[in-house]
């Protein structure tokens, strides 16, 4: 059994400092030097795109703007259901795995007590429903952003209308960000072992996303 506690107490530690440490190192480097990030010039060139919008006002410029903000749209509506569904899914199979935890007494699954399956079921259920949450927030302003595209000067200002699209991009970009820290809680269920692979991977994943070669240095 203390090999069991022993894989539990050094793996999981060390996944949630590596995950939660990346996070804030991406964090720092946003507000240091935004241009080193490939989140900071998505940043730069919607807002680029957004002032000469509202400034032309016209019919096309309109329809350009819905079909830009559309695929977003949809993009966060799938993370919120696939959030929402894998919750539904994690719920079904803790309760299974629950009643079968004796026949996976391996150090490489790690502590099968009911407080550590509590545990487990509790930290990737509060990371789906935040995910959730963010994504169904975000699909709220980007709906709102779309009405105030539509409407003229005299109903909303381009300045609010430019604030309520970008936090709708940003909760977007929370929601997708907890989404993806919730796969190795869910990883999580099957050992210790797992937890820390996939926790590598995500952080190696999000690397090369963050700072890869559409960024400039």
């Known amino acids: 059994m203390g090999g069991v506690l ?20 991406l964090w720092r480097s946003l507000k240091r030097k935004t241009s080193v990030t490939a989140m900071g010039m998505e940043t730069w060139r919607r807002k680029a795109w957004f002032r000469p919008f509202k400034k032309e006002d016209g ?6 703007g819905l079909q830009t903000l559309r695929n977003t749209l949809m993009e ?3 993370v919120s259901l696939t959030a929402i569904t894998a919750n539904i ?3 079904a199979f803790t309760i299974n795995a629950y ?3 004796h026949s996976l007494s391996s150090s490489v699954f790690g502590s099968q007590s009911g407080l550590m399956f509590g545990l487990k079921y509790l930290f990737a259920s509060l990371f789906l429903l935040t995910s959730f949450l963010c994504s169904s927030m975000g699909v709220g302003c980007l709906i709102d ?4 595209i539509n409407s ?3 109903f909303s200002s381009p300045v609010y209308a430019e604030m309520i699209m970008e ?3 940003m909760l977007r970009v929370v929601g997708n960000r907890i989404l993806w820290m919730a796969f190795p809680l869910l990883a999580w269920m099957l050992g210790p072992v797992s937890f820390m692979v996939s926790s590598v991977a995500l952080v190696w994943g999000l690397y090369q996303l963050d700072f890869g070669g559409n960024c400039h240095h």
């Open 6 to 25: 022993d894989l539990n107490t050094i793996f999981v530690p060390f996944s949630l400092f590596l995950t939660v440490g990346y996070n804030v190192f």
């Open 167 to 169: 936090r709708g991009f």
């Open 89 to 91: 899914a994690l719920a």
């Open 76 to 78: 966060t509506i799938l």
């Open 99 to 101: 009643s079968a935890r």
């Open 152 to 154: 003229s000067d005299e």
């Open 59 to 64: 019919e096309k410029m309109v329809v350009l």
């Open 145 to 148: 952003a779309n009405i105030l």
